[in-house]
């Protein structure tokens, strides 16, 4: 039997025991669908319809505060029902046109997840792992940078400042890679960065504050002549808020490589 003429029939014999079921009358279904006796209401959108909780199929346990569930209201038009996936940390739900794609995309989740942890340092690893793993530290403050860059259209220089003050941190940690660093020092060094990256970010802010104040220039751009005359001190003052704040990204990912975060 081909899998979407099991799925119609398991649908139509599953719709009609709920429709029989003495609690059909709070769920709210329109007269119509009742008398067709067919819950395959709609193809699957992506949107949530708390109604269909009450015929849900939980097909997971309660861990770390997630549940998975199968839709046998809603179904796609493969027959496939739709999967949906709550969490605490996840606004409404994450909704799936079939299992199978929910279970695709967990798996390459954590599968990215994975690698993202490897490319850390346990507080168990030998000495020699940090410079080892190096080159990971190196990748994620420059993938970080390029994302920045690929937004810079349009953000008035601040895309810009965030990607400079990535840069600013890689080159940093690329220096104590050349350097002769012993593998015992190298984690202290990389901890020290990440204090000094944070409070070379707050001297940014702090001069800032002290040379330009944002809300200032915007206060005083009150015509289109006077925008044109601020706007290059307002495009300065926001790249410089940019890079304060890359360089505190940058602190927060050499302690998040060193499993400090």
Known sequence: MAADDFW?????????????????????????VVASGWLGLDPASGAVNYRHLSSAIQISDVGDAAVMLLI????????????????????????????????????????????????????????????????????????????????????????????????????????????????????SRLRDLAAELDAEAARVEREQRQQTDLSTLWSAARSFSSIIAHMGDMHDAIGTAGRAQGLHQAAGIVRWFLGDD
């Not at 029939?9 to 007269?31: K, M, N, Q, T, Y």
């Not at 709550?86 to 046109?97: I, L, R, S």
């Not at 810009?160 to 840069?167: K, M, S, T």
């Open 72 to 187: 046998p209201a809603v179904t796609g038009p493969d027959g496939e029902c739709e999967a949906w996936f709550f969490a605490n940390w996840v606004p409404g739900a994450e909704v799936y046109p079939s299992f199978r794609e929910m279970l695709e995309q967990s798996y390459d989740s954590e599968q990215t997840i994975n690698a993202q942890r490897a490319r850390q340092v346990a507080a168990s690893d030998p000495p020699d792992t940090v410079a080892a793993k190096l080159p990971g530290l190196l990748a994620e403050l420059e993938g970080h940078a390029a994302r920045f860059r690929q937004t810079a259209e349009g953000a008035m220089g601040y895309s810009e400042g965030v990607a400079a003050g990535l840069d600013e941190a890689t080159d940093r940690v690329r220096s104590l890679s050349r350097g002769r660093v012993s593998p015992v020092d190298l984690r």
């Open 8 to 32: 119609r029939r398991f649908l139509e014999r599953w719709s009609r025991a709920i429709l029989a079921s003495p609690d059909v009358a709070h769920l709210g279904l329109p007269p119509d």
